[in-house]
């Protein structure tokens, strides 16, 4: 398969360690796939599906106590706790390799280890990064293939000499007690075991796409970020192109593929990524940015032909579904999905559910994975070796109050400090409370490979670097009345503050000043064909200057944790908008 013989040996080693029965070395090719498939059905790993209704679709059922990302389990291991940070869990390197090298031992007897290389980014793309996973899960390899270019393209671009990701996997017995995700960034190395769910196994996503690779952007010179990249073409034919953070489960899928209202004709949304962003500086000043995914890992609650038309129909076919609910007639059903529940199905632990049912059918967090390139709205410019200019970077989170629908950053740095408060109620998408408030900066809260003051000021730095820089925006489409109903719309009608953030970005769109940002006035926005009152929208757009002072408490207690290592120029922006508030 290959003459690489640093990937060769280290593939030797780790066989000696885990001791499977077999080593399976995976191509890429439609045989593999149909081999692989065919592998999972007969061992229980999938499900075959209603090949009537969707075609190449499969369902899986994860361990009930393996149904999310288990962050408290996930480990930087860096040669000292500093370089880490306080955000992140820290082991030293020699305790973790010796800790997981003893679950590993022995790992894979009886089981089949895939060698799996593929490549992040798009394949011809100089700023794409090839991982090879070993790992004994079909699960597992069937769903990289997915979401990445896998199999021969790899190995091709890696040559004999290449660099790569070195990443392993194996459920082992899926206790948590035994249950580690680390990550060596000075080894450029990932090691997982115990787990079955994809971000805890799905290597080359938030490991290495982000985890990892924020490292290596640090050492090279660019971003490695938790956004969606999308582009909006007017009724002109321009497109700009702009990439947003939000933590997951709070629109990031939706806003990637949204899909215009019929009362705004002519403009049409095409989507580069949802979930995973890298950002360089081009050779014109601008800040240029690849998806490194070649499929989605999306949220299935709450998808349905108005809030995500476009994802409905990009997992119609060649997808994998986990932890959703089994209809009779083998489809699958969610909560919030269209029309009414179902009479009976099975639900996502394999049970008996009905409408009388105490619990959800489908897990909160349950998932489908999909190919990008059968999203409608796919952009013609997703895989491009250059990647998309960016014209503007949003930042976002689930907010009930406090914070407005949308506001501009008077600068980079204030753009920055803007995304190192950012905050959300939390979801489903990891173990944990629900709905508690937590500060998430650029939402890479999870997933940042290093310290987060050191992340920050990089930052910083490469806002000093970029010649003509995009203009930074802060939305909130979760601003709910005292009746707890959402005051915005949402879904496609977030269309329009995005027009108004690219007229911020060309010059034009009337705006107030405020102590937070600029503001749009009532007028600013097209609110063609939108029937919203009057008093919603001034509640969407109020500054209460009482909440942002609590805010900014809560802001300080987040910057104290970081310490020394917290970068002096947000301190300062911190206090500037303290002395704006106060003047106010």
């Known amino acids: ?34 081999r692989l498939t065919a592998d999972a059905l007969r061992s229980g790993d999938l499900e075959e599906l209603n090949q009537e209704k969707l075609p190449g679709c499969y369902l899986h059922h994860s361990a009930l106590n393996d149904v999310a990302r288990t962050e408290h389990l996930t480990y930087i291991c860096t040669p000292t706790k500093d370089e880490t940070g306080p955000t992140n869990n820290w082991m030293e390197p020699g ?29 011809r793309s100089p700023f794409s990064k090839v991982v090879v996973e070993l790992t004994d899960s079909l699960y597992v390899a069937l769903n990289i293939r997915i979401i ?20 392993l996997h194996s459920k082992g017995d899926l206790d948590m007690a035994r249950r580690f995700i680390c990550h060596f960034p000075q080894d450029n190395t990932i090691w997982s075991i115990g787990s079955g769910y994809g971000g805890n196994a799905l290597l080359g996503k938030k490991c290495m796409a982000l985890r990892i690779a924020s490292c290596l952007g640090r050492q090279e010179g660019w971003l490695a970020e938790h956004m969606l990249i999308v582009g909006i073409e007017n009724p002109k034919g321009e497109t700009s192109y702009v990439a947003a953070a939000f933590p997951s489960a709070c629109g990031k899928t939706n ?56 994802a409905l129909a990009t997992v119609q076919k060649n997808s994998i579904y986990t932890n959703v609910a089994l209809l009779p007639d083998k489809t699958v059903w969610w909560e919030g999905m269209d029309g009414a529940p179902p009479e009976k199905c099975l639900d996502w632990k394999n049970e008996p559910w009905t409408p009388a049912s105490k619990e959800k059918a489908a897990h909160p967090n349950s998932r489908f994975t999909a190919p990008a390139s059968q999203c409608p709205s796919i952009s013609p410019e997703w895989e491009n070796p250059a990647g998309v200019p960016i014209t503007a970077i949003i930042f976002g989170g689930r907010r009930s109050q406090t914070i407005p629908l949308v506001f501009e950053s008077f600068n980079w740095q204030h753009g920055v400090f803007v995304g190192a408060t950012m905050s959300s109620e939390t979801t489903a998408a990891a173990i944990g409370a629900v709905g508690v408030v937590r500060r998430d900066p650029m939402a890479m809260l999870p997933f940042c490979g290093y310290n987060m003051g050191d992340y920050l000021s990089h930052w910083i730095g490469m806002g000093d670097k970029i010649k003509h820089p995009p203009k930074i925006f802060n939305v909130n489409w979760f601003r709910t009345g005292p009746d707890g109903k959402f005051l915005w719309p949402g879904f496609g009608d977030n269309l329009r503050v995005l027009l108004w953030i ?27 064909g939108l ?39 947000l301190t300062n922006e911190h206090a500037a908008l303290s002395q704006r508030l106060r003047n106010a």
Request: hydrophobic share 40%.
């Open 502 to 528: 690219l007229d911020r970005c060309e010059g034009r769109g009337p705006a107030v000043k405020t102590p937070i940002g600029l503001i749009p006035t009532p007028d600013a926005l097209n609110l063609t």
């Open 1 to 34: 398969m290959t003459n690489h013989q640093k990937l060769t040996a280290w593939v030797d080693e780790m066989v000696r360690l885990c001791k499977p029965d077999r080593v399976v070395w995976c191509d890429g090719s439609e045989d593999e796939k149909r």
């Open 95 to 123: 305790e973790a390799y010796r800790t997981l090298g003893g679950l590993f031992d022995g790992s894979m007897k009886g089981r089949t280890m895939y060698v799996v290389p593929f490549v992040m980014g798009p394949a």
């Open 531 to 569: 029937n919203i009152d009057p008093e919603a929208l001034r509640t969407l757009l109020h500054v209460d200057r009482a909440a942002w002072q609590a805010e900014l408490d809560d802001q300080k207690t987040f910057f104290n944790k970081l310490g020394d290592r917290m970068s002096p120029v």
């Open 148 to 167: 990445s270019r896998m199999g021969k393209v790899a190995l091709d671009m890696l040559g004999e000499t290449g660099e790569f990701t070195k990443a």
């Open 255 to 310: 806003l990637a593929m949204l899909v215009p209202p019929a009362s705004l004709p002519g403009y049409k949304i095409w989507t580069v990524g949802d979930d995973i962003a890298w950002l360089r500086i081009g050779p014109d000043g601008r800040l240029w940015a690849i998806n490194p995914e070649a499929g989605f890992f999306g949220v299935a609650p709450g998808t349905n032909k108005k809030s995500n038309p476009n």
